[in-house]
């Protein structure tokens, strides 16, 4: 028997007629961001107040960051401990202002070589950044959307199950070490 894991939050099943594809193997997620030509990294204001395994959920995203050299968005005040972490973000943006953005296909991106393929979002809030995805699925068919967080988020392009902490930091420490996996 399969079983169709819901959003954590129940109003949010009805996503249109395309919803996010959960994936639950680290090395697939790996081989998404390995292909994109320009990724995108947006860290919101939770990944300073959640703590996963006995490091902060900031330590972890900036680990994932450093593996590719992806650079970061900095939403809310997270730009203080990005900087104390030694991973400066390419940008500082308010999430409502940097989704505006990654809709427009003309715009030049963060670092103004382009804009993004693949932006992957982690520690923003469950129903803002349900919002946000909803926008980006119906309004910039030129990028695929990525969530790291433990919930799914059924407008995203990629997700994660609902998993709980143990699982949840499992997956992100295979995910770091399948992306430190060079290419032959």
Same mark, same amino acid.
């Given at each position: !028997?399969?079983?169709?894991? @819901?959003?954590?939050?129940?109003?949010?099943?009805? +996503? %249109?007629? $395309?919803?996010? $594809?959960?994936?639950?193997?680290? #090395?697939?997620? =790996? !081989?998404?961001?390995? &292909?994109?030509? $320009?990724?995108?990294?947006?860290?919101? =204001?939770?990944?300073?107040?959640?703590?996963?395994? %006995?490091?902060?959920?900031?330590?972890? =995203?900036?680990?994932?960051? $450093? +593996?590719?050299?992806?650079?970061?968005?900095?939403?809310?005040? +997270?730009?203080?401990?990005? !900087?104390?972490?030694?991973?400066?973000? =390419?940008? #500082?943006?308010?999430?409502?202002?940097?989704?505006?953005?990654?809709?427009?296909?003309?715009?030049?991106?963060?670092?103004? /070589?382009?804009?993004?393929?693949?932006?992957?979002?982690? %520690?923003?809030? #469950?129903?803002? %950044?349900?919002?946000? @995805?909803?926008? @980006?699925?119906?309004?910039?068919?030129?990028?695929?959307?990525?969530?790291?967080?433990?919930?799914?988020?059924?407008?995203?392009?990629? #997700?994660?199950?609902?998993? &709980?902490?143990?699982?949840?930091?499992?997956?992100? /420490?295979?995910?770091?070490? /399948?992306?430190?996996?060079?290419?032959?």
């Amino acid at each position: !028997m399969t079983t169709t894991p @819901l959003p954590y939050f129940h109003v949010n099943v009805l +996503t %249109g007629l $395309r919803g996010c $594809r959960i994936i639950e193997d680290p #090395s697939e997620y =790996a !081989m998404l961001i390995k &292909r994109a030509k $320009r990724p995108l990294f947006v860290l919101g =204001a939770n990944t300073l107040t959640t703590m996963l395994g %006995g490091k902060l959920l900031m330590e972890w =995203a900036v680990e994932i960051a $450093r +593996t590719l050299n992806i650079p970061v968005v900095a939403t809310a005040h +997270t730009k203080k401990k990005l !900087m104390e972490l030694g991973y400066p973000p =390419a940008s #500082s943006y308010d999430l409502i202002e940097i989704i505006n953005h990654l809709k427009d296909p003309n715009w030049h991106g963060v670092k103004k /070589e382009g804009n993004h393929d693949l932006v992957i979002f982690l %520690g923003v809030r #469950s129903d803002l %950044g349900n919002q946000g @995805l909803s926008t @980006l699925k119906h309004f910039a068919p030129h990028l695929k959307t990525m969530t790291l967080c433990k919930y799914v988020f059924p407008h995203a392009s990629y #997700s994660l199950a609902n998993l &709980r902490d143990d699982k949840w930091k499992e997956f992100l /420490e295979k995910l770091i070490a /399948e992306l430190n996996v060079k290419e032959a």
